[in-house]
């Protein structure tokens, strides 16, 4: 357990690190290029998204939760992940030409020629930082992680500046994922992985079938709106949404994405040792929402001045939209959590049944919100498909893990009156100042402090199990701080 808990500080350590720098260069590059610009680097992202998720098939968590592991599984799945990247590459270089006619942006052909040599880079160190998860070596996980995002994001800032446009978070990537591939052979040696083998490729595509097809079905989901408003309304919408959906996941990215991939590792060493996992989902379900639905709402409360501090003027008209996205992302407080636990226990089929049943019917829903009323309806329309997202999956996990819905509500039910007691001062500022929900950079400071203090409060008076993790973290903390010194 011990092992678990230094391995997740120093995964949340590496993912607010790569928090911070993602979210300097998102505010820096908002402010040098225009919307339009990024739009277009927004569409083309999307694109590579969805292209890019052909490579689940060879998923790497296949090889975090195998029970026993081989050099020649590691061989088959290096080999099997470099001959997917190379079709994406290949096909992405062909279908270039017609994407940039499409879209009547003649760039984005070099765009995804850049890019295509990147797939390769990543490639090369994907299943190195798997094994390295696998082994909880998440020191150097975070070294690698940590050295291409801010090499990535330096090079953008530079680039932009120096008139690259959208094109240069293309060359950016290209330059990130040359140095974090080096540093990941430099720190994992491993050079016979890359020896070409087909070993176990029954098992592997078996499990990476389910894994690749939803992958696949989330990936559509995911760029829908942003492609769909690129070509029925403009780049700058696609990007305003891009940007808004950012905002709306900060929450998300600063309090759950670090702890994910410790999750899936932890979960399966548990599964290993023939232990239940119910109770330590319910466990982490309580600690990750006493963090992100407090978030969540004083971000609804706060959009405007956020917004405009964090993006700049000429993004104003995101901010009512991060106000509707933030308020319908409550209900994705389960998301993170469900996959690992579903892994773990070797229920992949039961996580492709449920693609197969939310991600359709979503993204029809979706695509017909976004085509007949753009951006706002986009927006409105998350406030039916995220709840309706949660309801399936928690169903699923509720089958597996024998759950009911007390069990949920039990473990839920303090985190709501700390969410609650969190978002109360910021109302009662705005309520005082009367300004509506636009507020000047100290009256958001101070409503930002006064959140805080409520949260703090609301911990202690319910005695909420995340209040005993955080006085048991801080000797542990102190100890670690002094073997270091």
């Not at 530079?158 to 080096?182: D, E, H, K, P, T």
């Not at 004083?298 to 009512?320: F, K, N, R, S």
């Not at 024998?402 to 500022?429: E, F, N």
């Amino acid at each position: 357990m011990l092992s678990v808990k230094r391995a997740l500080l120093m995964s949340v350590g590496e993912r607010y690190v790569l928090l911070v720098t993602n979210f300097a260069t998102a505010a820096l590059v908002s402010r040098i290029l225009t919307p339009k610009e990024i739009g277009v680097s927004v569409i083309g992202m999307a694109i590579m998204a969805i292209a890019l998720s052909l490579r689940e098939f060879s998923s790497s968590s296949f090889l975090i939760q195998r029970k026993e592991l081989s050099r020649e599984d590691i061989r088959g799945a290096s080999t099997v992940t470099f001959i997917l990247t190379g079709v994406v590459a290949a096909a992405l270089v062909v279908a270039s030409p017609f994407l940039a006619s499409f879209y009547s942006e003649p760039n984005l052909a070099p765009y995804f020629r850049v890019i295509s040599v990147c797939l390769f880079l990543d490639a090369s160190f994907t299943l190195i930082i798997a094994l390295l998860r696998r082994e909880m070596s998440f020191g150097k996980v975070a070294a690698i992680d940590i050295t291409g995002a801010v090499i990535n994001s330096a090079a953008t800032i530079v680039l932009a500046l120096a008139g690259f446009s959208y094109m240069s978070f293309a060359w950016a990537w290209l330059m990130g994922s040359g140095l974090a591939a080096g540093l990941a052979l430099a720190l994992c040696p491993n050079f016979w992985m890359f020896r070409p083998s087909l070993a176990n490729w029954r098992g592997m595509i078996s499990f990476g079938g389910y894994n690749g097809v939803m992958t696949i079905l989330f990936r559509i989901f995911d760029a829908l709106p942003l492609l769909l408003l690129g070509s029925f309304v403009s780049p700058n919408a696609a990007a305003v949404f891009s940007r808004t959906l950012w905002i709306g996941q900060i929450p998300d990215k600063l309090f759950i994405g670090g702890a994910m991939a410790v999750v899936l590792p932890a979960f399966s060493a548990e599964v290993r040792q023939g232990r239940d996992l119910k109770r330590p989902y319910l466990a982490a379900l309580s600690l990750v929402t006493a963090l992100h639905w407090p978030a969540l709402l004083v971000l609804a409360v706060l959009a405007h001045p956020i917004v405009d501090i964090v993006l700049g003027h000429q993004w104003t008209e995101a901010a009512p939209l991060v106000q509707i996205v933030a308020v319908a992302l409550l209900f994705s407080f389960s998301f993170e959590l469900n996959y690992p636990v579903m892994v773990a226990m070797g229920a992949i089929r039961d996580l492709f049944i449920r693609a197969l049943i939310v991600f359709p019917l979503s993204g029809i829903i979706l695509s017909t919100a976004v085509i007949l009323g753009g951006m706002q309806a986009a927006a409105w329309c998350m406030l039916v498909t995220v709840p309706f997202q949660a309801f399936v999956a928690l169903g699923f996990v509720r089958r597996r893990l024998g759950l009911t819905h007390r069990d949920i509500a039990a473990a839920l039910w303090k985190s709501a009156v700390v969410a609650i007691a969190s978002v109360v001062p910021p109302l009662a500022v705005i309520g005082v100042y009367g300004s509506g929900f636009t507020l000047s950079f100290g009256q958001t400071f101070g409503a930002g402090l006064l959140a805080l203090g409520g949260w703090a409060m609301a911990l202690v008076l319910t005695r909420h199990p995340l209040f005993g993790e955080i006085i048991r973290t801080i000797p542990e903390f102190r100890r670690a701080r002094a073997s270091a010194g």
